[in-house]
C-alpha cells in the first residue's frame, strides 16, 4: 500500500523481541541484512522501512530496483533493465562507484549479483537485500549455493530475517474462540496460563471475511562468531537454524505466529492456513 510507505520498522507490527534485534542489526557501520521470504510475504515493504529508519541528509543511499515500487525522498534509486543489460549486477557495479554509505538491492537473483553486494558490505558500505528462501538460516547456506565463498558469507552476514504475511482478526468483531482441545494439543506449544483466544465473527467492515489488515511474522538469526565458524564448516541451515534457537533466541516463524494469538492479534485458524507449509 502506497500510503503506508512512510512507515519505519515500528509500523510492521513485529514482536517486540525481534523488532530490537533488526533495529540493532541496522545500525551495523558496514556489512549485510538479508530479508527471506516468499513472493508476497512483505519482504519490499521492510526493506523500504528500513531505508525509511536509516534515510537521512548526512548519508548517501542508494537503491537498484526492479521495478522501483516507491519514489523515496533523499534517495538515488535506479531501475534495473535487464532487456537492455542493466542487470542488478550491473546497476550495482555503477552505484558503488558513488561510494554510497547505504545500498539496497531489491533481488539477489544470482552469483554475480551476490558477490557484488558481499564484497560492497565488506568494504565498507551497509548492504540490504532479499532472497526466496524459507526461513533465516537458509538464506546463509543459499548464498553459499550461489557460489559466494563462505567465507565472504560469513564475514558480511549481520544478520537474517526470514518473514511471511498474517491476516489480523477484525477488531470490529472480534469474539473469543473456543478452540478444540485437540487442535490446541496439535500445535504443539505452551500457551501461557489464562490465554483466550479469538476470531472474527464476519461484519460489514471486514468483508465477513473476520479478518482486516496483515501483520509481519518474523523469523530473526542475528549471525555471531559461532554461526560464521559453523558456515566456515559447511553446516546445514537446520543445524544453524537449531543453534540460534538454543542460543541466540531465535523464534521460528511458527512460534511468532503463535505469539500473535497468545497477543489476540491473529486466530488459531490463520496461523495454521500461514505456516502449514513450513
Known amino acids: 500500500d502506497k500510503a503506508n510507505l512512510s512507515i519505519g520498522l515500528d509500523g510492521l507490527g513485529v514482536t517486540p523481541n525481534n523488532l530490537e534485534q533488526m533495529k540493532e542489526a541496522i545500525r551495523a557501520p558496514f556489512g549485510m541484512v538479508l530479508v527471506t521470504g516468499p513472493t508476497g510475504s512483505g519482504k519490499s515493504t521492510t526493506l523500504y522501512s528500513i531505508i525509511n529508519e536509516l534515510n537521512s541528509v548526512e548519508r548517501n543511499i542508494v537503491t537498484v530496483e526492479d521495478p522501483v515500487e516507491y519514489l523515496i525522498e533523499g534517495l538515488t534509486q ?4 535487464p ?51 524459507n526461513d533465516a538460516a537458509g538464506a546463509l547456506t543459499r548464498l553459499v549455493d550461489m557460489g559466494v565463498e563462505p567465507f565472504l558469507v560469513a564475514s558480511s552476514l549481520v544478520m537474517t530475517t526470514a518473514q511471511r504475511l498474517c491476516r489480523k482478526i477484525c477488531s470490529s468483531c472480534k469474539i473469543e474462540d473456543d478452540v478444540p482441545k485437540d487442535v490446541i494439543e496439535r500445535l504443539n506449544y505452551t500457551f501461557k496460563k489464562g490465554t ?67 497477543s489476540g492479534e491473529t486466530s488459531v485458524e490463520e496461523v495454521l492456513r500461514v505456516t502449514s507449509t513450513e
Not at 542488478?88 to 558503488?96: D, H, K, P, T
Not at 559461532?226 to 543453534?243: F, H, P, Q, W
Open 83 to 133: 532487456d537492455i543489460g542493466l542487470t542488478f549486477a550491473e546497476g550495482l557495479r555503477a552505484i558503488l562507484r558513488q561510494s554510497p554509505d547505504i545500498v539496497m538491492v531489491g533481488e539477489i537473483r544470482d552469483g554475480e549479483t551476490a558477490d557484488i553486494a558481499i564484497k560492497a558490505s565488506l568494504t565498507g558500505q551497509l548492504v540490504f537485500s532479499t532472497l526466496h528462501t
Open 78 to 81: 535506479i531501475q534495473a533493465r
Open 196 to 262: 483466550k483466544f479469538y476470531k472474527g465473527k464476519g461484519c460489514e467492515a471486514c468483508r465477513k471475511t473476520g479478518y482486516k489488515g496483515r501483520t509481519s511474522l518474523t523469523e530473526v538469526l542475528m549471525v555471531d562468531d559461532e554461526v560464521r565458524t559453523m558456515l566456515l564448516k559447511g553446516a546445514s541451515s537446520d543445524a544453524i537454524k537449531d543453534y540460534a534457537k538454543r542460543n541466540l533466541g531465535l523464534k521460528t516463524l511458527y512460534e511468532d505466529a503463535l505469539l500473535k494469538v497468545e
